[in-house]
Protein backbone atom coordinates (compact mmCIF):
# COMPACT_ATOMS: atom_id res chain seq x y z
CA UNK A 1 0.00 0.00 0.00
CA UNK A 2 1.25 3.89 -0.65
CA UNK A 3 1.82 5.58 2.73
CA UNK A 4 1.37 9.17 0.88
CA UNK A 5 0.12 11.58 3.12
CA UNK A 6 -1.65 14.56 1.23
CA UNK A 7 -1.53 17.94 2.74
CA UNK A 8 -4.50 18.88 4.58
CA UNK A 9 -6.43 21.98 2.97
CA UNK A 10 -8.74 22.63 6.18
CA UNK A 11 -5.25 23.46 8.19
CA UNK A 12 -4.65 26.82 9.82
CA UNK A 13 -6.97 29.76 8.22
CA UNK A 14 -9.19 27.75 6.48
CA UNK A 15 -10.63 25.61 9.20
CA UNK A 16 -14.25 25.97 9.64
CA UNK A 17 -15.73 23.19 10.94
CA UNK A 18 -13.46 23.41 14.36
CA UNK A 19 -14.15 26.97 15.65
CA UNK A 20 -14.64 26.34 19.42
CA UNK A 21 -16.24 29.45 19.34
CA UNK A 22 -19.80 30.19 20.28
CA UNK A 23 -20.75 31.56 16.91
CA UNK A 24 -23.50 30.05 15.00
CA UNK A 25 -22.03 28.27 11.90
CA UNK A 26 -23.42 28.35 8.39
CA UNK A 27 -26.10 25.77 8.40
CA UNK A 28 -27.40 25.24 4.62
CA UNK A 29 -31.30 23.76 5.66
CA UNK A 30 -31.79 26.88 7.25
CA UNK A 31 -30.23 29.44 5.26
CA UNK A 32 -32.21 27.52 2.45
CA UNK A 33 -35.37 27.72 4.70
CA UNK A 34 -35.07 31.61 5.15
CA UNK A 35 -34.54 32.10 1.02
CA UNK A 36 -37.70 30.21 0.62
CA UNK A 37 -39.70 31.86 3.26
CA UNK A 38 -38.63 35.52 3.42
CA UNK A 39 -39.44 36.25 -0.16
CA UNK A 40 -42.68 34.02 0.06
CA UNK A 41 -43.73 36.07 3.15
CA UNK A 42 -42.95 39.71 1.54
CA UNK A 43 -44.81 38.76 -1.83
CA UNK A 44 -47.94 37.07 -0.26
CA UNK A 45 -48.29 40.10 1.87
CA UNK A 46 -47.97 42.36 -2.04
CA UNK A 47 -50.35 40.28 -3.40
CA UNK A 48 -52.89 40.66 -0.28
CA UNK A 49 -52.50 44.17 0.03
CA UNK A 50 -53.17 44.57 -4.25
CA UNK A 51 -55.16 41.78 -4.35
CA UNK A 52 -53.41 40.14 -7.00
CA UNK A 53 -54.06 36.45 -7.13
CA UNK A 54 -51.28 35.63 -9.42
CA UNK A 55 -49.24 37.13 -6.98
CA UNK A 56 -50.06 35.40 -4.36
CA UNK A 57 -49.98 32.06 -6.11
CA UNK A 58 -46.73 33.05 -7.41
CA UNK A 59 -45.07 33.57 -4.30
CA UNK A 60 -45.68 29.81 -3.07
CA UNK A 61 -44.15 28.60 -6.41
CA UNK A 62 -42.21 30.46 -8.40
CA UNK A 63 -40.59 33.29 -6.45
CA UNK A 64 -40.21 31.08 -3.12
CA UNK A 65 -38.98 28.13 -5.19
CA UNK A 66 -36.54 29.65 -6.98
CA UNK A 67 -35.05 31.55 -4.15
CA UNK A 68 -34.90 28.05 -2.67
CA UNK A 69 -33.29 26.45 -5.45
CA UNK A 70 -30.50 29.13 -6.46
CA UNK A 71 -30.01 29.33 -2.29
CA UNK A 72 -29.64 25.51 -2.31
CA UNK A 73 -26.86 25.26 -5.19
CA UNK A 74 -25.43 28.30 -4.35
CA UNK A 75 -24.79 27.47 -0.34
CA UNK A 76 -23.55 24.14 -1.62
CA UNK A 77 -20.47 25.27 -4.11
CA UNK A 78 -19.93 28.04 -1.01
CA UNK A 79 -19.94 25.17 1.59
CA UNK A 80 -17.57 22.67 -0.47
CA UNK A 81 -15.45 25.36 -2.48
CA UNK A 82 -16.10 28.35 -1.73
CA UNK A 83 -13.42 28.43 1.09
CA UNK A 84 -10.70 27.51 -1.17
CA UNK A 85 -10.87 30.41 -3.25
CA UNK A 86 -8.71 33.13 -1.90
CA UNK A 87 -10.13 35.79 -3.89
CA UNK A 88 -14.01 35.12 -1.70
CA UNK A 89 -12.08 35.63 1.56
CA UNK A 90 -9.56 37.97 0.81
CA UNK A 91 -11.84 40.60 -1.75
CA UNK A 92 -14.36 43.50 0.05
CA UNK A 93 -17.55 41.50 1.45
CA UNK A 94 -19.84 43.95 -0.71
CA UNK A 95 -17.27 43.12 -3.52
CA UNK A 96 -18.26 39.25 -3.46
CA UNK A 97 -21.54 39.82 -2.65
CA UNK A 98 -22.67 41.93 -5.60
CA UNK A 99 -20.31 39.17 -7.78
CA UNK A 100 -22.48 36.93 -6.93
CA UNK A 101 -25.69 38.65 -7.04
CA UNK A 102 -25.13 39.20 -10.99
CA UNK A 103 -24.08 36.01 -11.31
CA UNK A 104 -27.66 35.22 -9.79
CA UNK A 105 -29.15 37.56 -11.79
CA UNK A 106 -27.93 35.39 -14.83
CA UNK A 107 -28.69 32.47 -13.77
CA UNK A 108 -32.30 33.56 -12.89
CA UNK A 109 -32.72 35.29 -16.76
CA UNK A 110 -31.66 31.85 -18.01
CA UNK A 111 -33.91 30.41 -16.39
CA UNK A 112 -37.05 32.38 -17.50
CA UNK A 113 -35.40 32.24 -21.02
CA UNK A 114 -35.12 28.47 -21.01
CA UNK A 115 -38.66 28.27 -19.44
CA UNK A 116 -40.14 30.15 -21.61
CA UNK A 117 -38.22 28.39 -24.78
CA UNK A 118 -38.90 24.58 -23.43
CA UNK A 119 -42.57 25.31 -22.94
CA UNK A 120 -42.92 26.79 -26.29
CA UNK A 121 -40.92 24.15 -28.45
CA UNK A 122 -43.32 21.25 -26.11
CA UNK A 123 -46.60 22.80 -26.91
CA UNK A 124 -48.90 25.86 -26.83
CA UNK A 125 -48.68 26.74 -23.06
CA UNK A 126 -49.43 30.71 -24.00
CA UNK A 127 -52.51 30.40 -21.45
CA UNK A 128 -50.42 29.63 -18.52
CA UNK A 129 -50.68 33.21 -16.62
CA UNK A 130 -47.37 32.37 -14.69
CA UNK A 131 -45.35 31.74 -17.89
CA UNK A 132 -45.27 35.83 -18.35
CA UNK A 133 -44.69 36.28 -14.70
CA UNK A 134 -41.09 33.99 -14.91
CA UNK A 135 -39.19 37.38 -16.43
CA UNK A 136 -39.67 39.34 -13.23
CA UNK A 137 -40.07 36.31 -10.80
CA UNK A 138 -36.96 34.09 -11.67
CA UNK A 139 -34.57 36.85 -11.89
CA UNK A 140 -35.58 38.72 -9.12
CA UNK A 141 -35.93 35.57 -6.96
CA UNK A 142 -32.34 34.55 -7.62
CA UNK A 143 -31.01 38.30 -7.18
CA UNK A 144 -32.40 38.04 -3.35
CA UNK A 145 -31.23 34.54 -2.63
CA UNK A 146 -28.17 35.02 -4.18
CA UNK A 147 -27.29 37.92 -2.19
CA UNK A 148 -28.42 36.54 1.34
CA UNK A 149 -26.44 33.48 0.74
CA UNK A 150 -23.43 34.99 -0.34
CA UNK A 151 -23.71 37.91 2.61
CA UNK A 152 -24.47 35.40 5.29
CA UNK A 153 -22.06 33.01 4.20
CA UNK A 154 -19.48 35.53 3.99
CA UNK A 155 -20.41 37.35 7.49
CA UNK A 156 -20.30 33.78 9.08
CA UNK A 157 -16.68 33.60 7.96
CA UNK A 158 -15.81 36.85 8.77
CA UNK A 159 -16.85 35.63 12.33
CA UNK A 160 -15.01 32.42 12.26
CA UNK A 161 -11.72 34.23 11.47
CA UNK A 162 -12.01 36.56 13.79
CA UNK A 163 -12.31 34.22 16.50
CA UNK A 164 -9.32 32.43 15.29
CA UNK A 165 -7.33 35.14 15.32
CA UNK A 166 -8.53 36.25 19.03
CA UNK A 167 -7.43 32.93 20.07
CA UNK A 168 -3.80 33.01 19.07
Given at each position: MRNIKYPDKMEGVYAITDTGTKAK?????????MAYVAPVIMAGIGGLITGSKDLQIAA???IGGTSAIVALILGLWLERRGIHNQWLIGVNHLVVMV??????????IFAAWMTTFLMGVFGPFNHFV???RVWIDFPLSAVIASAM???RWR???KKIFHSKENRR
Open positions: TFVLWREVLLTTVFTLIGAAIGWLNITWMNL
